[in-house]
Nanobody
Framework: QVQLVESGGGLVQAGGSLRLSCAAS????????WAWFRQAPGKEGELVSR??????NTHYADSVKGRFVLSRDRTAVYLQMNGLQPEDTAIYYC?????????WGQGTQVTVSS
């Protein structure tokens, strides 16, 4: 199994930056995609970014393109968030996908004030 723990969320002013981390442990070799999702109150969940490991191709939602960058190493997945705006306020979740299973972290709160 795979365990994911997000960290790095917090309160930041508009225009500021945060770096989210998703620490991964367990059988991480079974994962073929890593992703970040977010969900704000009253809004549907949104895929923020996803990376396909085999091709190293990364997708970004239009709403964050040019501002957010997903990266990874052997033990963690990261989301660098720049130029944060109030509409980015949400709980951010890390997800790892295998062929048949999805693994989720508990989420970390990001709040952007104006």
């Amino acid at each position: 199994q795979v365990q994911l723990v997000e960290s790095g969320g917090g309160l930041v002013q508009a225009g500021g930056s945060l770096r989210l981390s998703c620490a991964a442990s367990g059988r991480t070799s079974m994962i073929y995609t890593w992703a970040w999702f977010r969900q704000a109150p009253g809004k549907e969940g949104e895929l923020v970014s996803r990376v396909w490991l085999r091709t190293d191709n990364t997708h970004y939602a239009d709403s964050v393109k040019g501002r957010f960058v997903l990266s990874r190493d052997r033990t963690a997945v990261y989301l660098q968030m720049n130029g944060l705006q109030p509409e980015d306020t949400a709980i951010y979740y890390c997800e790892g996908s295998s062929e048949h299973l999805e693994f989720w972290g508990q989420g970390t709160q990001v709040t952007v004030s104006s």
